[in-house]
């Protein structure tokens, strides 16, 4: 097999691309798509421990501490300790950083757009349709 035909090889050099182009847009607002990930997961369900946003962003937890320190440090973000679990924090995002969230996630689908330029709305939602089950099928190996 050809590296130009290799899935892995594809899928991996796709991913940059996007990555790249989004960070490129998000300059401007002082965050990296890896930080965006999260904000956004908390945008979308807010009071989250750090392991529940590492599940839902599938990054692993020492990353995903360190992003959040970055974005506690950015004053985006807050952390609190656990009223249940005094061994677990609670991230939550403010008021103002959800708007910015709002403000700024037309930057991610514009990447998405341009990645999936040329393709139909059929064909768009197949690739997802594939990707999930690309993904479903190596988490159970």
């Not at 182009?21 to 369900?45: M, P």
């Not at 708007?99 to 990645?115: C, G, P, R």
């Not at 997802?128 to 988490?139: D, M, Q, R, Y």
Request: charged share 20%; glycine share 2%; net charge neutral.
């Amino acid at each position: 097999m050809e590296l130009n035909e290799s899935l892995g090889f594809l899928l991996n050099i796709s991913a940059k691309l996007i990555k790249r182009n989004l960070d490129l847009l998000l300059i401007d607002y002082n965050i990296t798509s890896s930080q965006w990930a999260v904000l956004k997961a908390l945008s979308l369900e807010n009071n989250l421990s750090q392991a529940e946003i590492a599940e839902k962003t599938n990054i692993n937890r020492a990353t995903c501490g360190a992003i959040i320190d970055k974005l506690i440090a950015k004053q985006l973000i807050n952390k609190s300790l656990s009223p249940t679990d005094r061994r677990s924090y609670i991230v939550s995002i403010s008021a103002e950083t959800n708007d910015l969230v709002n403000h700024i996630s037309h930057l991610a689908e514009q990447t998405n757009q341009q990645a999936l330029r040329g393709f139909s709305a059929n064909e768009q939602k197949q690739l997802v349709a594939f990707l999930h089950s690309i993904i479903k099928n190596l988490e159970q190996s």
